[in-house]
T-cell receptor, first 113, second 118 residues
Framework: AQSVTQLGSHVSVSEGALVLLRCNYS??????LFWYVQYPNQGLQLLLK??????LVKGINGFEAEFKKSETSFHLTKPSAHMSDAAEYFC???????????FGKGTRLHILP | GAVVSQHPSRVICKSGTSVKIECRSL??????MFWYRQFPKQSLMLMAT?????????EQGVEKDKFLINHASLTLSTLTVTSAHPEDSSFYIC??????????????FGPGTRLTVL
């Protein structure tokens, strides 16, 4: 069965520093992978998605993620953190269109001034 | 495009009453809608999947008689929490997946509904 593991329930970075949020998946077939962001008391907003096209995916707000099959990873990065990036981030996987989305447990990103 | 709304955004009710939450796809036809529940500082837990015109499929451990789901049209699904109790207090989020390549393999999420049962 597919699953998603997010390493680190909390990550703190200084404003202007590199953001790296880790996500590893387990799957016997090529998956579709997503990163979502959730601000307090709000729903989920899609940051970016991997759907077997380019392995480096660029999303909104300056985020990007690279699909690495050999490492079964889909880590999320941003070169320079902004205070507004403070939020909860969820990595998610889906095997095909009819399957359910499996969410990771989430990583809370804290931005230090 | 691909906007999903939920109503109400917040609701407070007394124990024993029923509460209805609406989920609407505003600019696309949602063939499938999903209902999630999220406890504080936790991830989303899928409660049920509903396809337009058919009965919802509930996840294991979710009481279908307590959480009634109706997906009567391609733009509206409702979740009714019947005889609500304080332990039903949570953040409920819906998502929708629809027709067309734009939404292929992607769910669009509503803003969520905060339910507080006194």
């Amino acid at each position: 069965a597919q699953s998603v593991t997010q390493l680190g329930s909390h990550v703190s970075v200084s404003e202007g520093a590199l953001v790296l949020l880790r996500c590893n998946y387990s799957s016997s077939v090529p998956p579709y992978l997503f990163w979502y962001v959730q601000y307090p008391n709000q729903g989920l907003q899609l940051l970016l998605k991997y759907t077997s096209a380019a392995t480096l995916v660029k999303g909104i707000n300056g985020f990007e993620a690279e699909f690495k099959k050999s490492e079964t990873s889909f880590h999320l990065t941003k070169p320079s953190a902004h205070m507004s990036d403070a939020a909860e981030y969820f990595c998610a996987v889906i095997m095909n269109r009819d399957d359910k989305i499996i969410f990771g447990k989430g990583t809370r990103l804290h931005i230090l001034p | 495009g691909a906007v999903v709304s939920q109503h109400p955004s917040r609701v407070i009710c007394k124990s024993g009453t029923s509460v209805k939450i609406e989920c609407r796809s505003l600019d696309f036809q949602a063939t499938t809608m999903f209902w999630y529940r999220q406890f504080p500082k936790q991830s989303l837990m899928l409660m049920a999947t509903s396809n337009e015109g058919s009965k919802a499929t509930y996840e294991q451990g979710v009481e279908k008689d307590k959480f009634l789901i109706n997906h009567a049209s391609l733009t509206l699904s409702t979740l009714t929490v019947t005889s609500a109790h304080p332990e039903d207090s949570s953040f409920y989020i819906c998502s929708a997946r629809g027709l067309g390549h734009r939404s292929y393999n992607e769910q669009f999420f509503g803003p969520g509904t905060r339910l507080t049962v006194l």
